[in-house]
């Protein structure tokens, strides 16, 4: 690796730093920080799982230290900051993978990992071994989902090939498909769902009805419009070959 390509990865990498700690608040309560598994799955796939476990581990001694965070913070992030990396260069580039990653690593693993920490170090009462599951596979859902668009985009427009090959030594291409397409139309309606339901039980603290029907219709609006979607595409396949 030349001297240049070694400057700008330290330049990337401390800006998604930066990035990483302004933006981790949003949605962010107690065991759930949807946008720390966002910049964990962009880092990964950009610079790869050393480099993104470099960037959870600062990310979380920052947010711990300047920001009063408990060791959540680190807990929650290193897992799967490495394992997205890892899965998404064992799968050969699919961005799924690296969602996959992120999901079990922190859902999971960063969860389990969690309990001992809290009710050992930070002397929390009332923990179990599977006390923050739920809540750490609900944030990584929801930053997994929109890192998957984010980086689908990318790679739709010719760009994350570029980026990759700029601060990695490893680059793909992701392959756009009409499933794939679906999977993100319906990434979004999971995203729409858990954050209405993270603002009407957490923010606003209401469980109305009306709320839950907003929340249900639009899982069910996305996941419609994505068959729809397939169907129109295969449609159009047929009649693509028999002309």
């Given at each position: 690796m030349n001297h240049s390509k070694k400057i700008l990865r330290m330049a990337v990498l401390a800006m998604i730093i930066a990035v990483g700690v302004v933006i981790s608040p949003i949605l962010?309560?107690?065991?759930?920080?949807?946008?720390?598994?966002?910049?964990?799955?962009?880092?990964?796939?950009?610079?790869?799982?050393?480099?993104?476990?470099?960037?959870?581990?600062v990310i979380g001694l920052i947010r711990m230290s300047l920001?009063?965070?408990?060791?959540?913070?680190?807990?929650g992030a290193v897992f799967g900051a490495f394992l997205s990396g890892v899965?998404?260069?064992?799968?050969?580039?699919?961005?799924?993978?690296a969602v996959?990653?992120?999901?079990?690593?922190?859902?999971?693993?960063?969860?389990?990992?969690?309990?001992?920490?809290?009710?050992?170090?930070?002397?929390?009462?009332?923990?179990?071994?599977?006390?923050?599951v739920p809540t750490f596979l609900i944030a990584t859902f929801m930053g997994g989902s929109v890192a998957f668009l984010f980086l689908r985009q990318l790679a739709k427009i010719g760009r994350l090939?570029?980026?990759?090959?700029?601060?990695?030594?490893?680059?793909?291409?992701?392959?756009?498909?009409a499933a794939s397409n679906a999977a993100a139309i319906g990434a979004l309606g999971v995203i729409s769902y858990l954050v209405i339901k993270i603002l009407t039980n957490?923010?606003?603290?209401?469980?109305a009805a009306v709320w839950n029907w907003i929340a249900n219709a639009a899982v069910i609006l996305s996941v419609g419009i994505a068959l729809v979607y397939l169907f129109l595409q295969h449609q159009r396949k047929k009649t693509t070959v028999h002309e």
């Amino acid at each position: 690796m030349n001297h240049s390509k070694k400057i700008l990865r330290m330049a990337v990498l401390a800006m998604i730093i930066a990035v990483g700690v302004v933006i981790s608040p949003i949605l962010r309560v107690e065991g759930m920080c949807p946008m720390a598994h966002f910049i964990n799955i962009v880092c990964s796939v950009l610079m790869g799982p050393w480099y993104s476990l470099l960037c959870a581990t600062v990310i979380g001694l920052i947010r711990m230290s300047l920001l009063g965070i408990p060791p959540l913070a680190l807990t929650g992030a290193v897992f799967g900051a490495f394992l997205s990396g890892v899965l998404y260069r064992a799968s050969k580039g699919r961005l799924i993978f690296a969602v996959i990653g992120e999901v079990i690593g922190t859902g999971i693993v960063g969860a389990i990992v969690s309990y001992p920490v809290m009710a050992l170090l930070m002397h929390r009462d009332g923990l179990s071994w599977l006390f923050y599951v739920p809540t750490f596979l609900i944030a990584t859902f929801m930053g997994g989902s929109v890192a998957f668009l984010f980086l689908r985009q990318l790679a739709k427009i010719g760009r994350l090939s570029r980026f990759q090959n700029m601060l990695s030594d490893h680059s793909y291409e992701e392959k756009i498909s009409a499933a794939s397409n679906a999977a993100a139309i319906g990434a979004l309606g999971v995203i729409s769902y858990l954050v209405i339901k993270i603002l009407t039980n957490m923010v606003f603290e209401s469980s109305a009805a009306v709320w839950n029907w907003i929340a249900n219709a639009a899982v069910i609006l996305s996941v419609g419009i994505a068959l729809v979607y397939l169907f129109l595409q295969h449609q159009r396949k047929k009649t693509t070959v028999h002309e």
